[in-house]
């Protein structure tokens, strides 16, 4: 995990997903989070770092951008992103209001 690097995160669609190659199951799986986040009125997207660390993102409200995000909120994303990597999960977080301004 990084502790003290200036991250420069990139905020793209959630259909950059789709680029990437997974397995038809995982495609599948994704639609579906995508479409339930959708329905509850949700923004899912893809937030990324240059070192190829990932994670689906999804908030509350519009749009997220990466200038919307602290360099705190964006480590703790990034290491979040990171360990769930480290223990095989699908790196997928939900930014609710009081995370983030």
Known sequence: MKTDKQLKARIQP?????????SKTRTT???KLALKHRKAGRWIGVISWPDGVFSVLAA???????????QAEQQHIHDM???????????????RPANHA
Do not use: C, K, N
């Open 60 to 70: 509350d409200g519009g749009p997220v951008r990466a200038a919307d995000l602290s």
């Open 81 to 95: 992103a990171e360990l769930m990597t480290e223990e095989e999960l699908f790196p997928f977080q939900h930014l």
């Open 14 to 22: 959630f259909e950059i997903l789709y680029e990437i190659g997974f």
């Open 29 to 31: 799986w994704l639609e």
